[in-house]
């Protein structure tokens, strides 16, 4: 590849640049330049400069995913690591982590070192989580040292949260060790096991209280502070209440952060009215109010919300079928979170670079590079691992474009703001819009 992507709008979080009318060199899979005009003989121009009153494509770091789930090994029907990241590089992301909810659970040295070279195939950077408990079952703690050895990235029973505050305390002074961070799925068990008589899985109970949220997300909080050190994140906020405590331990100085999905941020409760089936709206932790949505945006904006995560969770056909009480929780995300995020998730027009930054620079802290996570920066000399994205773009979510094997998402058929481009992955090209690109001239140069 030797090609110069005129008139783009650089925006890079972690150096603090965002500058519009740029050019971006890339050859032979590095940044060799971004001025503002360069024209080096003999290399081809795909110009992107936007038509009067049309806001500018943008250039910026790829999208990090810190929560993701890839079904493989045990459920390939769902979806696979390959099509997973085939999902991702298509949203912009270049680096996922993937959640150890497969089956069976990435809870061993060996089973994280499978899950890895699994990952080291896909078109984007798939990194691993493990287990914090054997099993998930919240008993006994992993090889903490062991799996960190292997590769891990961080550790997470996401999916459960059965592990007292004591034993969390233990595994996050273990990870703390490894230099890395502990994930957690807040909600009480045992609360949402009481809103739901007769249930006898808490993966699958429709109801869901805030209250059970708030109380995980306490309970997190004291394992931490009891432990007197480790990093606690918290996975899929979902509900105001939950904002106050966290808003509370920032202000303590505890080691806390949060993240936030694109659903949740533009989503609210399922009507029966609605026309698509109201399952493919049931997610763990639930939809809440329009009120909590407007609260989550605004920590996100703020920035006492990290990141956005997808917590894109492919599911079968048959497993979203039927009523919201019996369908599986958990809808794909990695497609359309940019789109989301932009058209219904209150983070377009000025709010522009704040939505790049939680998908950049603010994943990045969260696990960092002792996790195994590549900076996410634009810099003339180094490997091109970027998103180009239109922010104005209008498209259909149309079940034949996906490239996840899934299809449970209640956005089949809305019409969002905002498309990617160009996605590529440590100099190579993962993923080109054909249609839009096209359009700029001297496609050839680009081939996915």
């Given at each position: 590849?030797n090609?110069?992507?005129?008139?783009?709008r650089v925006?890079?979080?972690?150096?603090?640049?965002?500058?519009?009318?740029?050019?971006v060199?890339?050859c032979?899979?590095?940044?060799?330049?971004?001025?503002?005009r360069?024209s080096?003989?003999?290399?081809?121009?795909?110009?992107?400069?936007?038509?009067?009153?049309?806001?500018?494509?943008?250039?910026?770091?790829?999208?990090?995913?810190l929560?993701?789930?890839?079904?493989?090994?045990?459920?390939?029907?769902?979806?696979?690591?390959?099509?997973g990241?085939?999902a991702?590089?298509?949203?912009?992301?270049?680096q996922?982590?993937?959640?150890?909810?497969?089956?069976?659970?990435?809870?061993?040295?060996?089973?994280?070192?499978?899950?890895?070279?699994?990952?080291?195939?896909?078109?984007?950077?798939v990194?691993?989580?493990?287990?914090?408990?054997?099993?998930?079952?919240?008993?006994?703690?992993?090889?903490?040292?062991?799996?960190?050895?292997?590769?891990?990235?961080?550790?997470?029973?996401?999916?459960?949260?059965?592990?007292?505050?004591?034993?969390?305390?233990?595994?996050?002074?273990?990870?703390?060790?490894?230099?890395?961070?502990?994930?957690?799925?807040?909600?009480?068990?045992g609360?949402?096991?009481?809103?739901?008589?007769?249930?006898?899985s808490?993966?699958r109970c429709?109801e869901?209280?805030?209250?059970?949220?708030?109380?995980?997300?306490?309970?997190?909080?004291?394992?931490?502070?009891?432990?007197?050190?480790?990093?606690?994140?918290?996975?899929?906020?979902?509900?105001?209440?939950?904002?106050?405590?966290?808003?509370g331990?920032r202000?303590?100085?505890?080691?806390?952060?949060?993240?936030?999905?694109?659903h949740?941020?533009?989503?609210?409760?399922p009507?029966?009215?609605?026309?698509?089936?109201?399952?493919?709206?049931?997610v763990?932790?639930?939809?809440?109010?329009?009120?909590?949505?407007?609260?989550?945006?605004?920590?996100?904006?703020?920035?006492l919300?990290?990141?956005?995560?997808?917590?894109?969770?492919?599911?079968?056909?048959?497993?979203?079928?039927?009523?919201?009480?019996e369908?599986?929780?958990?809808?794909?995300?990695?497609?359309?979170?940019?789109?989301?995020?932009?058209?219904?998730?209150?983070?377009?027009?000025?709010?522009?670079?704040?939505?790049?930054?939680?998908?950049?620079?603010?994943?990045?802290?969260?696990?960092?590079?002792?996790?195994?996570?590549?900076?996410?920066?634009?810099?003339?000399?180094?490997?091109?691992?970027?998103?180009?994205?239109?922010?104005?773009?209008?498209?259909?979510?149309?079940?034949?474009q996906?490239r996840?094997?899934?299809?449970?998402?209640?956005?089949?058929?809305?019409?969002?703001?905002?498309?990617?481009?160009?996605?590529?992955?440590?100099?190579?090209?993962?993923?080109?819009?054909?249609?839009?690109?096209?359009?700029?001239?001297?496609?050839?140069?680009?081939?996915?």
């Amino acid at each position: 590849m030797n090609v110069i992507l005129r008139g783009v709008r650089v925006v890079d979080p972690l150096s603090g640049v965002d500058r519009d009318g740029l050019d971006v060199w890339l050859c032979d899979g590095r940044i060799a330049g971004i001025d503002r005009r360069i024209s080096p003989p003999g290399v081809r121009v795909i110009d992107l400069t936007p038509p009067s009153g049309h806001a500018a494509r943008v250039l910026s770091p790829g999208f990090i995913d810190l929560h993701a789930h890839f079904r493989e090994p045990g459920e390939e029907p769902k979806e696979t690591v390959s099509s997973g990241a085939n999902a991702a590089a298509a949203g912009g992301f270049t680096q996922v982590v993937a959640m150890a909810n497969t089956q069976p659970s990435i809870d061993t040295p060996a089973s994280v070192g499978e899950a890895r070279a699994r990952g080291s195939a896909g078109r984007v950077r798939v990194h691993t989580v493990a287990a914090m408990t054997s099993g998930l079952r919240g008993e006994k703690l992993v090889d903490v040292a062991g799996c960190a050895a292997a590769g891990a990235a961080a550790f997470s029973d996401d999916g459960r949260n059965a592990a007292p505050a004591r034993l969390l305390g233990d595994a996050l002074r273990a990870a703390d060790g490894v230099g890395r961070a502990v994930l957690v799925h807040p909600e009480d068990e045992g609360m949402v096991l009481a809103a739901n008589p007769g249930a006898t899985s808490v993966v699958r109970c429709p109801e869901r209280p805030a209250a059970c949220e708030a109380t995980a997300v306490q309970s997190a909080l004291r394992a931490l502070e009891m432990a007197g050190r480790g990093r606690l994140h918290l996975q899929h906020v979902s509900a105001a209440v939950s904002l106050d405590l966290l808003r509370g331990a920032r202000e303590r100085g505890m080691a806390v952060t949060a993240e936030v999905t694109p659903h949740h941020l533009s989503m609210w409760l399922p009507f029966e009215d609605e026309p698509d089936p109201v399952a493919l709206r049931k997610v763990n932790p639930p939809l809440r109010t329009d009120h909590d949505r407007e609260a989550l945006v605004r920590a996100l904006r703020e920035g006492l919300i990290d990141a956005v995560a997808t917590d894109h969770a492919p599911h079968t056909v048959g497993d979203k079928v039927g009523s919201y009480a019996e369908a599986a929780p958990g809808m794909i995300g990695l497609e359309t979170a940019l789109a989301a995020c932009l058209t219904l998730g209150g983070m377009g027009g000025g709010w522009l670079p704040t939505l790049v930054e939680r998908l950049t620079a603010g994943p990045y802290r969260v696990l960092g590079a002792s996790a195994g996570l590549r900076e996410p920066r634009l810099q003339a000399g180094e490997i091109a691992d970027c998103v180009l994205f239109d922010p104005e773009e209008e498209w259909t979510v149309h079940s034949p474009q996906l490239r996840s094997l899934s299809r449970n998402t209640p956005l089949l058929g809305t019409t969002l703001r905002g498309r990617v481009l160009l996605t590529l992955v440590e100099g190579r090209v993962a993923y080109v819009n054909q249609t839009t690109l096209a359009s700029a001239g001297n496609l050839e140069v680009l081939r996915a």
